[in-house]
């Protein structure tokens, strides 16, 4: 706050963007509006659910203070009206038209990032028991992302673990090379879907996902993308999809074909942002 004000002097603008917002106070949000003719928050994360805690009351306190609000999930929606917001605008997440275009694979490639079935992702408390379920399901699972050693199952998944976060042409090459990509939802954060489920069919991979409505209206069930209700589903569907390679690729290519259709792209959804921001 104390380098704001030089950095704002003379300046003016259309709009100001916030992203996420948890440190943008009152007083914050006041400057910004003397050199901003319209404030707009974006929030990727579930700060109106109780997974961050104390984390988002600076968030929570101060939604009135934007012109407009926009949220990722159907019940922040009425949460954000009742804690002021006089606008609100709900859309689902997106992946991004350059970090997440298909790369052109290599057999060096090949050789260090295909697997059979991947989860590319943070260890959160639900994802050990379901991983290690899969595993003793025999499915010949890897594991890539942070924190998976603080697992009470970490002596089941270590050996399926292979690294921690990956980022840039890594995450692509990682998703591109797997047969399978499992996409898991965290329940604190209360998701009926993730950036997984965008970025995933974007970069040209298999979408294996929790069956959800937002899933099952992104993608046509067992056309674009494969869809469990347990732990045992989602190791039949990896089962299907690695006996039939012709039909796992049909999948995935009809996939990212349908992710295109659908504009599910930072710069659509940032476009229909903008232009509900700048609406009268």
Known sequence: MRALPARLRDRHYDLCYVDCGDLVTAEVAQLLRRHAKRLVN????D???GRDGARSNVYRRNLSVYDLCVVMRAPNVEEAKRLGAARV????MSADEVAHA???LTEADHREWDCDVLFLGTWFPERGPFL???IDLGINLTIRGANWNKAPEWASLRSHWKGGHVNGDEYAKAIQCAKVNIGLLSKGNRDEHTTRSLEIPALGGLLCAERTAEHQAMYDEGSEALFWSSVEECAEQCRFALADEQRRLAIARAGHERVRANGHYNQVVLRGILAEAMTE
């Open 42 to 45: 974006y929030s990727i994360d």
């Open 47 to 49: 700060p109106l659910g």
């Open 89 to 92: 605008l709900r859309v689902y």
């Open 102 to 104: 298909p790369r052109a």
């Open 132 to 134: 290690r379920g899969l």
